[in-house]
């Protein structure tokens, strides 16, 4: 199941003992950069079977631009596995999702077990979840033609900056002293 010989920086593999070959545990490459995730077993038909067409992905340019690691994980190591991406590979393997920065499983794989329907899912989704994204209160600011919007990180809606920023700020504002000026007095009759 696991290629020796990897060659790609972005393709890696964690071993039974919850490391990779280098030493670093799957939730640190996690916090690194997001993932597309496969957990086998050594012992599973399908994952033996399916191994050629994954390792295939190994040194795909594509796949290698997009900013994300490809990872296969050995089941004898999850419970090393703190993330919680790992909670779908109790169910069967092979088990394959992508996974975001923060240990959660964003979308499941769920297509065909070839080299190219699995880099189509990758291409597709794997650059929704490395693009550069900021932080900022409860919201990301997204790379996008149109700078119009930002994305609510609680409710994954795109919103209006405009909205957003009346809406966030409302509760920070200050409200007006209730004595008035006597141009708001002028202006008021």
């Known amino acids: 199941m696991v290629k020796d010989n990897k060659s790609s920086e972005y393709f890696k593999s964690v071993l039974g003992n919850g490391l990779t070959k280098d030493g670093k545990s799957f939730d640190y ?5 997001p993932a597309f995730v496969k957990f086998y077993s050594k012992y599973c038909g399908h994952c033996s079977n399916m191994a050629p067409e994954w390792n295939a992905l190994d040194g795909d340019e594509n796949i290698g631009n997009i900013g994300i690691y490809i990872i296969e ?3 004898d190591g999850m419970d090393k596995i703190k993330s919680e991406c790992k909670n ?3 169910v069967g393997v092979p088990y394959m999702t992508m996974v ?4 959660d499983s964003t979308k499941d794989y ?3 077990r070839t080299k190219d329907s699995m880099k189509k899912f990758i291409l597709e989704n794997g650059k929704n979840l490395s693009s550069s994204k900021k932080k900022v209160g409860g919201f990301k600011k997204i790379k996008s033609k149109s700078r119009k919007y930002t994305k609510n990180i609680d409710t994954n809606k795109m919103v209006k900056k405009s909205s957003m920023s009346s809406k966030k700020t409302k509760k ?5 002293s209730k004595t008035m000026s006597r141009k708001t007095k002028r202006r008021n009759k």
């Open 29 to 33: 490459l996690i916090k690194e950069k």
């Open 73 to 75: 994980v050995d089941v």
């Open 88 to 90: 779908g590979a109790n």
């Open 100 to 103: 975001n920065t923060n240990g």
């Open 110 to 112: 769920n297509g065909e």
């Open 172 to 176: 920070y504002i200050k409200p007006k």
